[in-house]
């Protein structure tokens, strides 16, 4: 396949994600010390956590799309359902 021409708006695109990346690494670290111990959990930290990694997944896969010349649109976050 053709190399994939890098646009500012990819660029810019990258940017955006990797500081929320970086603001849900940020989050997660937080929430390890708050997560407890085994036998004394914190069920709202571990929950939180684990939002945090999907999240952490979601925006990687975004990431790796821009990389690809794949830009996708902003999703409204109408994903709020279990």
């Known amino acids: 396949s053709p190399p ?3 646009t500012p708006e990819m ?3 990258e940017q955006q994600i990797i500081s929320q990346i970086q603001e849900v690494r940020d989050e997660l ?3 390890k010390s708050q997560i407890g111990t085994v ?3 914190n069920p ?3 929950e939180k956590s684990q939002q945090a990694m999907k999240r952490l997944q979601e925006l990687q ?3 790796d799309a821009v990389r690809a010349g794949k830009i996708p649109e902003e999703q409204p976050r109408d994903s709020k359902t279990p």
């Open 4 to 6: 994939v021409k890098v």
């Open 11 to 13: 660029l810019a695109r």
């Open 29 to 31: 670290n937080t929430l």
């Open 39 to 41: 036998s004394n959990p």
């Open 44 to 46: 709202v930290a571990i």
């Open 61 to 63: 896969k975004q990431f």
